[in-house]
């Protein structure tokens, strides 16, 4: 079993999106996110939640797992989950898994779990 988490100041969000608009979602967001995600919060959780998924797998974003390839969606009772691409999941090889989201206090965390 591997942990990683992620913290980020929702305001460091609010920037980019002011100063980037849409192009900045679509930077990490794979589309069906940007469906679910309504609040600068929840973008922020978005964010912190797939760094938190690459730190649990130990690689980070970079070449062997980008933000596009984590996609988060939401269980049947509101619960985050997520899937990696097929290619990413064909490296990475993840039987389980478990993800937390929260924000309060100008901040969102999140906690991955993950059995390879």
Known sequence: MKIGTDIVQIDRIEKSLAQFGDKFKQRFLHPKEIELVQKTASIAGF????????????????????????????????????????KAQELHKIKTSSLSISHDGGFAIAVAVINQ
């Open 47 to 86: 964010w912190a939640a797939k760094e938190a998924i690459s730190k649990a797998l130990g690689c980070g974003i970079g070449s062997t797992l980008s933000f596009h390839d984590i996609i988060i969606t939401k269980d049947s009772r509101g619960a985050p989950i997520f899937t990696l691409t097929p």
